[in-house]
């Protein structure tokens, strides 16, 4: 059943989607324990079939499958956006139809990623997919795996897209949260994708995060020290603990790297799927050294 929200805000998980140890199907009690998991150490919201979700390595089937568990497991407790970017317009129309009527709060869409869409085609898009649902839109800027850059000024004009409400801007330049803030105002929230400490402090209102799948209670603290208690000191030292394991969940290795920490923190979640690998035997000795100095191992695990 979809939340009754004002807005949404804090930090959000893109959840990785479990497998069952040969990858062959999706571990509906691995997911359902991560969402528990999530919720209790006080995430804001949850986002499956992202990027870190592994959307692209799944069936349709597969992929109803994660909305239903995600959602019913959620219960209302904190809102679920959920990813439905797809390359043909129609399928993300069909896809994000389907979110909704599954009980989704909102949709999180990155741009046609081999296309190389031209501002009006991405209004297009956006605004066939705006027609056809009810429920607020996430647009998603990655130009690292979208091979599109949704400038600043082209956000703007998606803004105005009535039902485009938030962007999560994933770009390593702190100063598109500020530009785009700028251009928007209030038509427009601005999650940060990757650079969640520093764009608090100029004008995002979120955080969608990867490494809140390992550390959702500091992952949320962080959000509450910068806006909730407007505590920049606190907010610093928040991140300086975490600072160190963004490095494992970020660049090529951010699902490969999650799902290992999850496993050695008590959570495991299975491999990724081909043609990702599971992260590299001579890494994970310095990965379990992080989580260690984190008090995330055998506390948490047992």
Same mark, same amino acid.
Request: hydrophobic share 45%; with cysteine.
């Given at each position: 059943m979809a939340m009754a929200t004002a807005g949404f805000r804090g930090t959000y998980t893109v959840l990785v989607t479990p497998f069952t140890p040969d990858g062959s199907r999706v571990d509906?009690?691995?997911?359902?324990?991560?969402?528990?998991f999530q919720i209790t150490q006080g995430i804001h919201g949850l986002i499956p079939l992202g990027s870190t979700g592994e959307f692209l390595s799944m069936t349709r089937d597969e992929r109803a499958e994660?909305?239903?568990?995600?959602?019913?497991?959620?219960?209302?407790?904190?809102?679920?956006?959920?990813?439905?970017g797809a390359e043909w317009t129609r399928d993300a129309v069909d896809l994000s139809r389907e979110a909704e009527r599954?009980?989704? @709060?909102?949709?999180? #869409?990155?741009?046609?990623? =081999?296309?190389? &869409?031209?501002?009006?085609?991405l209004m297009a898009h956006y605004s066939a997919i705006a @027609?056809?649902?009810? #429920?607020?839109?996430?647009? =998603?800027?990655? &130009?690292?795996?979208a091979n599109v850059d949704m400038l600043p000024e082209t956000v703007a004009q998606l803004s105005? #897209?009535?039902?485009?409400? =938030?962007i999560k801007e994933s770009t390593l330049d702190v100063t598109?949260?500020?530009?785009?803030?700028?251009?928007?105002?209030?038509r427009l929230t601005v999650f940060a994708g990757v650079l969640g400490y520093e764009s608090f402090f100029i004008g995002a209102q979120g955080w969608v995060a990867v490494c809140s799948n390992v550390i959702p209670r500091l992952s949320a603290q962080l959000f509450e020290a910068a806006l909730d208690r407007n505590d920049p000191a606190e907010a610093r030292a928040v991140h300086e603990r975490m600072v160190d394991l963004l490095w494992w969940v970020g660049g090529p290795r951010y699902v490969a790297g999650t799902k290992a920490a999850l496993?050695?923190?008590?959570?495991?979640?299975?491999?990724?799927?081909?043609?990702?690998?599971?992260?590299?035997?001579?890494?994970?000795?310095?990965?379990?050294?992080?989580?260690?100095?984190?008090?995330?191992?055998?506390?948490?695990a047992a």
């Open positions: 509906v009690p691995a997911l359902r324990r991560l969402v528990e994660v909305i239903e568990a995600v959602i019913d497991q959620a219960r209302g407790r904190v809102p679920v956006l959920v990813g439905t599954l009980g989704a @709060d909102g949709v999180m #869409i990155i741009p046609p990623f =081999y296309s190389v &869409p031209t501002e009006a085609e @027609d056809a649902i009810g #429920i607020p839109m996430m647009i =998603y800027n990655n &130009p690292a795996t105005r #897209i009535e039902n485009v409400r =938030y598109r949260v500020r530009d785009i803030v700028r251009l928007c105002g209030d496993e050695m923190t008590g959570l495991p979640v299975g491999p990724p799927r081909p043609p990702r690998l599971p992260l590299p035997a001579e890494m994970r000795p310095r990965l379990r050294a992080v989580l260690e100095r984190l008090g995330l191992l055998a506390a948490e």
